[in-house]
């Protein structure tokens, strides 16, 4: 690491550092918009996922030019949430349904399938 970073680079790393904070408080506000929890979601994760990409690209763009070597392992942090974000939203998804149907709410969807003790 030896020098300093040109000022188009910092700029662009700068705007896309401030690019995921826009993202992130798109996410948050529809968050508190959405009404219920299936609708809160899909939305914002998605807003949430574009700011953490944004970050991610802005730090494989700092450090490759900084080290003058592409530098890639940040892109695991982005390999990571694509494997683990899907599983926990189905999980929480999966959990909700459950509780809503024990709670009685009447517009909540029946099983697939009948339990076997029922």
């Given at each position: ?25 798109v996410s948050a506000l ?7 929890f299936f609708t809160r ?78």
């Open positions: 690491m030896n020098g300093a970073v040109p000022f188009w680079l910092e700029a662009v790393v700068a705007v896309l550092v401030a690019l995921s904070g826009v993202f992130v408080l529809g968050f508190c918009r959405l009404q219920d979601m899909h939305p914002p994760a998605l807003a949430y996922t574009l700011g953490t990409w944004s970050v991610i690209l802005a730090s494989m763009i700092y450090f490759s030019m900084l080290e003058r070597r592409l530098v890639l392992h940040p892109g695991l942090i982005v390999l990571l949430l694509t494997i683990t974000v899907p599983v926990t939203t189905l999980l929480l998804a999966r959990v909700a349904l459950f509780r809503r149907r024990n709670a009685g709410v009447s517009d909540t969807p029946p099983p697939l399938s009948v339990p076997p003790d029922a």
